[in-house]
């Protein structure tokens, strides 16, 4: 086993899930590509705050996956090189609507991060690991029976469950087996986030607020991280709600990655706090609106760039120390 990135400490975020070359579209109509895939881009977001991070998925052979290894390397993500899968790379095409809103065109048969088996990842997911990450196009249903095994084997050993639903429904095989599986992991999980937009696409027949209620009452006593674009986003538990509005950053360039830079931010948080280790109803709101705030200054920070680019952890803490004047409340990365 041949290991790049940081070395294996005491305590890990672990990330399943896609890697993907997105193909930006620009103003003059040709597009440049980006590095991308949302559970890619947590797994950078966490190493770039100098958290302990491992990426599983497979990275393809080709030059793309070449870049992918690089990248985690330079940002200190644990990567086992043996995963090199022989398929291609999966390839996304994004046009920005008058919103600066992202549009994907993707492909994703016979691709590098889907060729992979439960077993193999359980053999290689590091003993230090209390937080498993996945989600977004890892919840297809053709994947899902993976996932669902690995996920099973984490939580009997006690590490804690994340999953960033990130619904991408026109990509989607089998609708309803993907409903279906979405309504299973909810209930596996410790940490979930996803978007009022998610909701709707899962949850059609529900009204927001219950389609919330659905979430926080079905998942395992945990934090839902419920984003609301321009209307900030909430910490939700079984017996809180917390809520804050967004930073509006001086420059917007656009929102490609802004929730995957969140969530990097929260699960960084919950880890770095010990807040895998408490009792999630007994955190207090000072607590809560901390992890809160530093994620949504991470995902200002990554709306004033192109494409999905997180802050590091000195250009987080530099911008809680010119917008906020309770730095040393908000300073736990």
Do not use: W
């Amino acid at each position: 086993m041949k290991i790049t990135g940081v070395r294996l400490r005491k305590k890990m975020i672990t990330v399943i899930g896609e890697n993907i070359v997105d193909f930006i579209k620009q103003k003059d109509g040709l597009f440049k590509p980006h590095l991308g895939g949302s559970p890619f881009n947590v797994a950078i977001g966490i190493g770039k705050l100098g958290i302990a991070c491992a990426y599983l998925s497979p990275l393809s052979k080709d030059s793309f996956g070449d870049m992918f290894l690089q990248y985690l390397s330079e940002n200190q993500v644990t990567f086992d090189t043996e995963m090199r899968s022989n398929l291609n790379t999966s390839l996304a095409f994004v046009s920005l609507d008058e919103f600066h809103q992202p549009h994907y065109s993707i492909y994703r048969t016979h691709v590098a991060d889907r060729d992979i088996a439960s077993s193999e990842l359980i053999t290689r997911l590091p003993p230090q690991t209390r937080i498993l990450h996945t989600g977004s196009l890892a919840l297809e249903p053709q994947d899902l029976p993976v996932i669902f095994e690995v996920i099973n084997h984490a939580r009997s050993i006690g590490i804690k469950i994340s999953v960033d639903l990130n619904v991408r429904i026109k990509f989607i095989s089998d609708l309803s087996n993907y409903i279906d599986g979405i309504k299973k992991i909810i209930s596996m999980c410790d940490y979930i986030k996803a978007s009022d937009e998610d909701l709707l696409e899962i949850f059609p027949d529900l009204t927001l607020d219950e389609a919330i209620d659905y979430v926080r009452t079905h998942m395992n006593d945990g934090i839902f991280a419920y984003t609301k674009g321009e209307n900030g986003a909430d910490l939700i538990t079984r017996n809180d709600v917390l809520s804050l509005p967004i930073l509006k950053p001086e420059y917007f360039g656009d929102t490609i990655g802004a929730g995957d830079t969140f969530y990097a931010t929260f699960l960084s948080a919950v880890l770095t706090c010990e807040i895998d280790k408490q009792d999630v109803n007994a955190l207090t709101k000072y607590q809560l609106s901390a992890v809160l705030q530093n994620s949504l200054v991470a995902a200002s920070i990554n709306v004033s760039r192109h494409g999905c680019m997180p802050p590091s952890r000195a250009e987080l803490n530099h911008m809680i120390s010119t917008q906020f004047s309770d730095q040393k409340f908000l300073h736990i990365l």
